[in-house]
């Protein structure tokens, strides 16, 4: 008879102390040229995260051209005087890194990644394409179509279409932020590679800009690199350009942009709010994430989970701008979508849900939830050195202190149910949203005016 082998079997590994966690502190300097950087070592990190934050806003772009900013972004890597479009791209690849840029309304972000052991080379990329675009007249044309190409898609999306509406809704006709971020047709094929040069040459230089660096810096001279490449950058001083204060008209109504035949209708549903700089901050984010941050969120029980009109609602609060007086202001939304004969019913209980939260408030296991889900993911969240190097930019771009967002999640933590609810409460008043309906006009109007929620507008989808 064999004798059966006894199996041994290695001791179970044991979870160790959980060690206290704080967002990463920068280290904050000033290159010869005026620009500002902040590195932050991360150890283990051997893809590194490079953000260039240029002052270069949305409102700055001249009459009649909007767009010219983010033609101007995607351009940067376009070619320099060293290197043509091809062999930039081509010299990029080599190096095993990413380049994006975007403009939004703050300005405009340059956004690298790229293995430690190249980040000399790619960051010489980067500084070429700062000190010496080409903006050829080829290139630029060719960006100007592929934008042109790209706001029908835009303005097909339901998501995409409700945002320009609730925009042109909320602001003045004279203020930027009424209008496409990315400019309209009209606008776009007006820009020419003088425009982009010309927007170029008034707005970036190193002594507005700041760059951020992340990742695993072991055995880099990052002060020698960077004197040999952003720090050849060279440009004028500028004074302070004035930040214009953002203008909003909250008044209760809905506009419903008619889509005949469509089988769901998207909702956006905003107004404007505090930002960063306001004390209540931390309570709103707080509140709001209660209300509909995630699947256990309120609206979702019951829009979603109780009465299954949607796959899912969120509520959330975006910055817009901020200036460096600490004044500013952010998007304060919900935002989902629904079937077509649900509309009405979908919309008077979200209504019913605000008022509710109003009259009863939210309870302490809603506001234990949501720090711990705010809180305790944070190490998980901030793993990359991307979404580290992300994150200061965003401080950066809206004038807050280097240790903002450490400071934030400590006082998560502290906010208590009272407050969040007050919070919560004022950033979605009943009376005082401006409620976009992107769908099929003829079936949701009037269930819609019956809510008495305010005067309904219908507009002709472009």
């Known amino acids: 008879m064999t004798e059966l082998a006894t199996m041994e079997f290695h001791p179970r590994p044991q979870g160790g102390e959980a060690k206290p966690w704080a967002f990463p502190a920068p280290e904050r300097g000033t290159l010869d040229n005026g620009l ?13 995260a490079v953000e260039v934050v240029l002052d270069a806003p949305l409102d700055a772009e001249p009459e009649g051209i909007d767009g010219v900013a983010t033609i101007m972004a995607r351009a940067f890597s376009e070619g320099t005087d060293k290197h043509s479009a091809e062999e930039f791209a081509a010299e990029l690849e080599r190096c095993g890194a990413t380049l994006d840029a975007h403009a939004d309304h703050p300005g405009v972000r340059l956004s690298l990644e790229v ?6 080379k790619a960051l010489g990329l980067v500084a070429d394409a700062l000190r010496a675009p080409a903006f050829a007249d080829s290139e630029t044309e060719r960006l100007v179509r592929n934008r042109l190409d790209e706001i029908p898609h835009e303005l097909a999306n339901p998501s995409r279409r409700a ?48 760059a951020v660096v ?29 930040v214009p204060a953002v203008v909003a008209d909250d008044t209760g109504r809905v506009v419903v942009v008619d889509r005949p035949g469509a089988v769901q209708t998207q909702l956006l549903i905003g107004r404007i709010g505090p930002d960063r700089h306001d004390r209540v901050w931390p309570a709103q984010v707080l509140g709001t994430y209660c209300l509909g941050g995630t699947l256990t969120s309120r609206l979702d029980r019951v829009l979603r989970e109780e009465k299954g009109y949607t796959y899912g609602v969120r509520a959330f609060g975006q910055v817009l701008r901020s200036a460096p007086d600490g004044s500013g202001a952010a998007m304060l939304a ?122 309904v507008t219908v507009v002709t989808a472009e």
């Open 214 to 242: 992340v990742g695993d810096l072991t055995g880099v001279d990052l002060d020698a690199l960077l004197a040999d490449t952003l720090g050849a950058w060279t440009g004028s001083q500028a004074r302070p350009r004035p």
């Open 163 to 210: 945002a320009k509406e609730l925009a042109k809704e909320l602001f003045p006709a004279s203020a930027r932020m009424s209008r496409p971020r990315q400019g309209t047709e009209e606008t776009v094929a007006r820009i020419d590679s003088a425009a982009v040069r010309g927007f170029y040459e008034k707005h970036v230089r190193p002594a507005t800009a700041t």
């Open 334 to 455: 919900i935002s989902g979508s629904v079937d077509t004969p649900h509309t009405g019913p979908a919309l008077d209980d979200l209504w019913t849900v605000l008022r509710t939260l109003a009259a009863e408030g939210l309870t302490d296991e809603e506001r234990d939830v949501a720090v711990q889900n705010l809180v305790g993911v944070a190490p998980l969240k901030y793993e990359t050195a991307a979404a580290v190097a992300s994150t200061l930019a965003d401080q950066v771009e809206q004038h807050l202190p280097d240790h903002y967002q450490a400071d934030l999640y400590r006082q998560l933590a502290a906010t208590g149910t009272v407050e969040a609810t007050a919070a919560v409460v004022n950033a979605f008043p009943v009376d005082r949203l401006v409620t976009v309906l992107v769908g099929d006009a003829a079936q949701i109007k009037a269930p819609v005016e019956a809510l008495g929620i305010g005067e």
């Open 115 to 120: 293995p430690a052991s190249r980040l000399a």
């Open 36 to 48: 500002t950087v902040l590195r932050c070592h991360r150890p283990g990190q051997q893809v590194v």
